[in-house]
């Protein structure tokens, strides 16, 4: 298996521009994390899916952000517009099962100028 | 609540010298799972071990050992004979049965010098 595949690995884009960053879980994992990485906050849990159903978004810092399943190979997380606070390497991770390990994605680093 | 401390936020050591990284929980679940994982310079996060409030008998594979003390709600993890690739970030983290997601302290960097 590739693994959790995560694209773009880099993106800078302007302030107010729309990003979209994605992610492939690996087969027959039925959930899916993403989380953001800060030096200032760590690692912080945005939202997960199970089955492809959102379950807890309590994490998503503000309506800018916003994120999607739409079928069991294939996540998205859009911020729109994007500022740069946003600034943070972005991972996706997915597992099979609750408190397995996760298997982590190689992280996309936004830069927001 | 459940909360993870890894007091230690930067480590450094010479080439062969054993480290421990320290890490502590709090949680009022009595069934919960630890885990640790690595964040080497390159940038990913990877799994490095899971162990169940259960089991508290010590790990070890290869120069890595766990230390798990449920009466001192720590999961400590040591590298013995450290090498210049172990340098890292070493995040240690807190999952209760019932809950999906993983609550992860705010690592330990480690560098391990030649």
């Known amino acids: 298996d590739a693994g959790v595949i995560q694209s773009p690995r880099h993106e800078v884009t302007e302030m107010g521009q729309e990003v979209t960053l994605r992610c492939k879980p690996i087969s027959g994992h039925d959930y899916l994390f993403w989380y953001r990485q800060t030096m200032m906050r760590g690692l912080e849990l945005l939202i997960y899916f199970n089955n492809n159903v959102p379950i807890d978004d309590s994490g998503m810092p503000e309506d800018r952000f916003s994120a999607k399943m739409p079928n069991a190979s294939f996540s998205t997380l859009k911020i729109q517009p994007s500022e740069p606070r946003d600034s943070a390497v972005y991972f996706c991770a997915s597992t099979p099962a609750r408190v397995h390990g996760y298997t982590f994605g190689s992280g996309t680093r936004l830069t927001v100028v | 609540a459940q909360k993870v401390t890894q007091a230690q936020t930067e480590i450094s050591v010479v080439e062969k010298e054993d480290v421990t990284l320290d890490c502590v929980y709090e949680?009022?679940?009595?069934?919960?799972?630890l885990f640790w994982y690595k964040q080497p310079p390159s940038g990913e996060l990877v799994f490095l071990i899971r162990?169940?409030?259960?089991?508290?008998q010590n790990e070890i594979s290869g120069r890595y050992s766990w230390n798990f003390q449920k009466s001192t709600s720590s999961f400590n993890f040591t590298i013995t004979a450290s090498q210049v690739v172990d340098s890292a970030v070493y995040f240690c983290a807190l999952s209760a049965p019932n809950a999906d997601k993983l609550i992860f302290g705010t690592g330990t960097r480690l560098q391990v010098f030649p």
């Open positions: 162990r169940n409030s259960f089991d508290e």
């Open positions: 949680t009022r679940d009595t069934t919960y799972y």
